[in-house]
């Protein structure tokens, strides 16, 4: 992509309103717009970072058996009065509606009584079971205060999936697939080794319940960490019991602020005996399924990754999820050097890595400036210097190491990065 051609420009300043750093980066450098309190537009670079992420999960979910679908928005008013949660004492994000025809309608703040409602056309005997089934889902929820930037809005991006299964152990087997699944996928967005599992409370969903949580120190949430343990409580849930069930004593714990990036639910049969999901087993025997359900964030995740790695110049991307792998700059506007980047970026397209070309007229400190906000993982400056020496100036913007290498040297290791991160 030429950034000449980019729509979305760059900004000095972060609007006034706005107080999360990640939802102030990601305005300056136009991967987010501000519709209004924690409502957010996804922008052309924004959008490439959630696809990124989306893959990433996408992959993950698959290779536990998930079957990617997509549900309504829409859901029927008397499907959640069947399990108590329609009413606003009982679930209190709801955001409403009601049709022409006089029906009160919600909007999905999540997709439970949906999607097991929908499974009883599908699954009636044992024969049907397991069923994994999961949705890249904008959900709509009602919060009294918006806060957080992108990592706490009143419409976001979650992945939900839901397994049906016989009975706990086969729902177990699932469920602890998950879990590894979910710590790959966290590894693969560069937040595995300060992302722990941890047990919380289930909150609307069921009694327990548990999460992924980030270090942050602007997290939301306050854990309990035993670091040599990989054990971490929130602290909504820490209780003698607690303790006692995981084997361990607040004075070995470490007090910490974290952001919850994901959650998983065991709901066993209650939900479906409650909305008639019923199995037949081997013996002809009828019996509720048991329930799963498991969701991460896509837009808090991404919130997530510019909160914890961004620095004083602006966004750091990981390679996985960055929009480009590479942003090439000139740096002079000589017809010599505009040439010679011309071309470049033509090869390393076509050696298939994504390439942002910054081929605007503007001064070499300016595009320098906007590189380092915009934080894609390699920034390649071409110059007269280039076209006198034949290197190539490449830094990596996490660190800031600078080296000089050969056109083919660059071709070689961008094209080995953008397949290794993206496949």
């Keep these: 992509m030429r950034q000449s051609q980019l729509f979305t420009k760059t900004r000095r300043e972060a609007p006034k309103d706005e107080e999360a750093k990640n939802a102030q980066l990601l305005i300056r450098a136009g991967y987010v717009h501000k519709e209004m309190a924690g ?4 922008l052309p670079l924004g959008f490439r970072v959630l696809e990124n992420i989306k893959r ?41 509606s009601t049709l022409k025809n006089g029906a009160e309608v919600g909007f999905g703040w999540s997709h439970e009584e949906p999607i097991t409602d929908m499974m009883k056309h599908f699954i009636h005997s044992y024969r049907d079971l397991p069923a994994l089934a999961y949705q890249f889902q904008t959900k709509l929820r009602n919060e009294m205060r918006a806060k957080s930037g992108i990592m706490r809005g009143r419409e976001f991006v979650m992945k939900d999936m839901y397994s049906y299964t016989t009975n706990q152990e086969e729902h177990d087997k699932i469920y602890n697939a998950t879990i590894e699944a979910y710590h790959n996928v966290f590894k693969r967005v ?14 609307a969903f069921t009694q327990f319940s548990h999460e992924f949580q980030t270090l942050s120190p602007v997290g939301e949430d306050t854990v309990y960490l035993h670091r040599s343990k990989n054990i971490a409580i929130n602290k909504e849930v820490l209780t003698d ?18 952001i919850e990036v994901g959650n998983i639910f065991d709901f066993g049969g209650a ?17 509720p399924v048991h329930l799963g359900s498991y969701g991460i964030g896509i837009t808090r995740l991404m919130g997530t990754v510019v909160e914890v790695y961004a620095d004083d110049k602006g966004i750091v991307w990981p390679e996985a999820i960055a929009p480009y792998m590479v942003h090439l700059v000139t740096v002079v506007n000589e017809p010599t050097v505009v040439a010679y980047a011309d071309e470049l970026y033509k090869d390393l397209t076509a ?16 595009k320098l400036a906007d590189a380092d906000l915009i934080g894609i993982p390699a920034r390649v400056v071409i110059g007269k210097t280039t076209l006198e020496t034949g290197k190539i100036e490449s830094t990596y913007r996490r660190n800031g190491q600078t080296a000089l290498v050969s056109r083919d040297q660059l071709i070689e290791y961008s094209s080995a990065a953008q397949k290794q991160h993206h496949g």
């Design 39 to 42: 409502v957010y537009a996804y």
């Design 56 to 96: 990433i999960v996408r992959e993950e979910m698959d290779a536990v058996g998930g079957q990617e679908m997509i549900m309504t928005s829409l859901q029927r008013k008397e499907l959640w009065e069947v399990t108590d949660r329609w009413d606003d004492e009982k679930v209190d994000v709801w955001f409403k």
């Design 190 to 203: 560069g937040l595995g080794d300060i992302t722990f599992l941890t047990f919380a409370s289930g909150g």
């Design 241 to 258: 019991e607690v303790l006692a069930q995981l084997e361990v004593s607040r004075d070995e714990l470490e007090e910490v602020s974290t």
């Design 271 to 287: 939900k479906s005996k409650d909305l008639g999901l019923f199995y037949k087993n081997e013996a002809g025997e009828e019996a």
């Design 351 to 366: 050696a298939g890595v994504s390439v942002l070309y910054d081929d605007r007229d503007l001064r070499a400190g300016e």
